[in-house]
T-cell receptor, first 113, second 114 residues
């Protein structure tokens, strides 16, 4: 089955700096890669996703890149703010008949004011 | 729509007791997922349903765990008998069309087995 590895497990940055979280996946058939943000005590919520037919996607201060050859994808947050502090999960799945979503182990991001 | 609704929000039970967690997915969503979240293992998929039919239950840890979806608007996850190592936050999520679209999570049920 699919295996998703996520690094680092914790990340501290100064407010205004950039943060990068990296994930690798094992199944070359995976073609959908969402990122979820989970604030303390709350539910995971989708913040951005990317499909295998594109290499990069941006939404304001967040961007995701995908390298299908190397089977890795990354989340980039620029101009970090204290409200970006949360746990971020990457995930990989295969659209079509088999619908399982595999999550990474999460990255706890702390933005220091 | 109120989103995915789970109940109870918190459950404390004694070891050996039966525990039932409930979930109401977003109306119109045809996929429902049950996840377990712990510090040690992160977010694990336990089981998912498509159009009320269980598709993959390979993540269910033991026979003590069972899940049902009697109709499109209700699902249960049951643990019988419960054990302290079952303590975790259990999330239900639903989506439309499947795993290549956004999954909407409920608020979760924090289960503590003492």
């Amino acid at each position: 089955g699919e295996n998703v590895e996520q690094h680092p497990s914790t990340l501290s940055v100064q407010e205004g700096d950039s943060a990068v979280i990296k994930c690798t996946y094992s199944d070359s058939a995976s073609n959908y890669f969402p990122w979820y943000k989970q604030e303390l005590g709350k539910r995971p919520q989708l913040i951005i996703d990317i499909r295998s037919n594109v290499g990069e996607k941006k939404d304001q201060r967040i961007a995701v890149t995908l390298n299908k050859t190397a089977k890795h994808f990354s989340l980039h947050i620029t101009e970090t703010q204290p409200e970006d502090s949360a746990v971020y999960f990457c995930a990989a799945s295969i659209s079509g008949g088999y619908q399982k979503v595999t999550f990474g182990t999460g990255t706890k991001l702390q933005v220091i004011p | 729509d109120a989103g995915v609704i789970q109940s109870p929000r918190h459950e404390v039970t004694e070891m050996g007791q039966e525990v039932t967690l409930r979930c109401k997915p977003i109306s119109g969503h045809d996929y429902l997922f049950w996840y377990r979240q712990t510090m040690m293992r992160g977010l694990e998929l336990l089981i998912y349903f498509n159009n009320n039919v269980p598709i993959d239950d390979s993540g269910m840890p033991e026979d003590r765990f069972s899940a049902k979806m009697p109709n499109a608007s209700f699902s249960t996850l049951k643990i019988q008998p419960s054990e302290p190592r079952d303590s975790a936050v259990y999330f239900c999520a639903s989506s439309f069309r499947g795993s290549d679209t956004e999954a909407f999570f409920g608020q979760g049920t924090r289960l503590t087995v003492v």
